[in-house]
């Protein structure tokens, strides 16, 4: 009886994040009810919560002029929640939870319910159907060119957060508790590969981004990031970088090439790599440690940075501060809150990052050398909770660069890559951008150095990276700690 209470609050804490929409107008004399007998039954069907993906059963009863319903996740014979505020016309209904969160939807052509489960900016993608829907079938998404398959490649990963592709479909995973495996081209994952650093796991850091040498064929060398911890013990960590030969199942000769100065406690360590166009730098983004906000603005710290090195570690001559008195040789841009993707432009050969702002203000970036990126000084968000950010004294001050593009209130953004391939040939150049927060995919379509079309893709999950593969389909790693999905998306079949 206990175990059954404290899921029935775990699943209200959850659904009461959500904030209240308002609630539809009383039914009562509604003459089009007669007409939609349609919904009434049941439907099942799965929606996603913070690493878990939840079952649930919604039953719809129409009786004259009044609807009624319940809304259940099964565990041990548990009775579900009431439904209320129906509204229900034509092919479309919606309905409230008793703790505030709304369905809206409609009938598809295949007798499916599909909708979303809104309460304020953040919803969940609702799909049911009048059978038990399996969590990993394909789902059809709408867009603007067109609609698109997503499917589940592979699952059973915890946490997973960089990849990069091998031959033959295969493609090489991070997870983040410091484990690195090989997803097989049928999806099947691979035995752990031995010979990753030991990382530390406080404050969600660990093994962060993987990505193959541009040399790969004739070297099989692998660069990690990983949360380095301090050889003295603590929480004191920092983000480091290693390049390691590939075989066998194993990593040799591994090399660490970069360490973040300074080690400190905190989160916010960034982690996301990616090799310049000609393969001659290393480019690696950092964060400002959570609470270290200002070394973001001082030369002495690579806190809030972004770094540019050669393959080798070495320190590229023409890197802006070389020659700056007291400043890290490494560092390449600055002022940066934290890092969480980052792209090679196609057409330019410009680097592109994107960043989580505070609550507020997530940002795109063009990085350029020596540039100032202006965190914590400006900013389009604000403190968790509301308030101005510490430090803070607007949108602009001169001397510090804008960004491209931002979301205001976050999307919770990450991964990013620029779309190549044959197989979206509309999306040539676009942006995708990943949203932890609001469980998407960002479609920016960009023009130049300018966003001048925006697309929210919905997934249903914490997306933490996107990369497009060789063979041009588009590949998604959800953020689930005990099923972790790479998600695969090409045009609907």
Not at 25 to 49: D, Q, R, V
Not at 91 to 106: D, M
Not at 136 to 150: E, F, K, P, Y
Request: no cysteine; charged share 20%; proline share 6%.
């Amino acid at each position: 009886m206990l175990k059954q209470t404290l899921y029935w609050l775990l699943l209200s804490m959850i659904l009461s994040s959500f904030q209240t929409l308002a609630d539809s107008p009383a039914l009562a004399g509604n003459s089009e009810l007669s007409n939609n007998a349609k919904f009434t039954g049941t439907w099942y069907g799965h929606i996603t919560m913070p690493n878990a993906g939840l079952l649930i059963i919604v039953t719809l009863e129409q009786s004259g002029n009044h609807w009624s319903g319940t809304f259940v996740v099964p565990n041990q014979g548990a009775t579900g929640m009431p439904l209320d505020n129906f509204s229900v016309s034509d092919n479309q209904i919606a309905f409230s939870t008793p703790t505030g969160s709304r369905f809206e939807g409609q009938l598809d052509d295949n007798q499916r319910l599909q909708g979303t489960l809104t309460q304020g900016t953040v919803q969940r993608a609702v799909n049911l159907g009048r059978e038990v829907i399996d969590p990993n079938a394909t789902i059809t998404l709408s867009s603007r060119w067109g609609d698109i398959d997503v499917e589940t490649f592979a699952s059973g990963l915890v946490r997973p957060w960089g990849m990069d592709f091998l031959a033959n479909g295969r493609i090489l995973v991070t997870e983040l508790p410091g484990r690195l495996r090989i997803v097989e081209a049928d999806g099947s994952l691979g035995a752990p590969i031995s010979g990753v650093p030991t990382v530390n796991q406080i404050n969600p850091a660990g093994l962060f981004d993987v990505v193959l040498a541009p040399d790969f064929d004739e070297s099989q060398r692998i660069y990690l990031s990983w949360a380095k911890p301090d050889a003295a013990g603590g929480n004191a960590a920092s983000t480091s970088v290693a390049h390691a030969r590939l075989a066998d199942g194993a990593l040799h000769d591994f090399t660490e090439i970069f360490s973040a100065y300074p080690k400190v406690p905190g989160w916010h360590y960034g982690g996301r790599m990616v090799f310049s166009a000609d393969g001659q730098y290393l480019f690696l983004g950092l964060g400002d440690r959570g609470d270290q906000l200002m070394q973001s603005q001082q030369l002495d710290s690579h806190t809030g940075t972004l770094i540019r090195i050669h393959p080798d570690g070495s320190v590229p001559s023409d890197n802006p501060f070389v020659n700056t008195e007291g400043a890290l040789p490494e560092i390449y841009s600055y002022g940066h809150r934290n890092i969480q993707g980052l792209d090679i432009q196609p057409t330019t050969g410009k680097v592109w990052a994107t960043e989580h702002g505070p609550q507020g203000g997530d940002e795109v970036n063009t990085p350029e050398a020596g540039k100032n990126y202006g965190w914590p000084i400006i900013t389009h968000g604000e403190e968790y909770g509301g308030g101005e950010v510490p430090f803070a004294v607007g949108f602009k001050k001169d001397g510090m660069e804008q960004p491209v593009w931002h979301w205001t209130p976050s999307i919770g953004v990450s991964g990013m890559s620029f779309y190549h391939g044959d197989k979206f040939p509309a999306w040539q150049g676009n942006i995708l951008a990943t949203g932890l927060r609001d469980r998407n995919v960002a479609r920016l379509e960009v023009d130049g150095d300018r966003v001048i079309h925006q697309e929210m893709l919905p997934m249903n999950y914490r997306i933490r990276e996107v990369k497009v593969g060789p063979d041009g389909y588009i590949y998604l790693l959800t953020d689930e700690q005990g099923n972790g999905k790479i998600l695969r998306l090409r045009p609907a079949q």
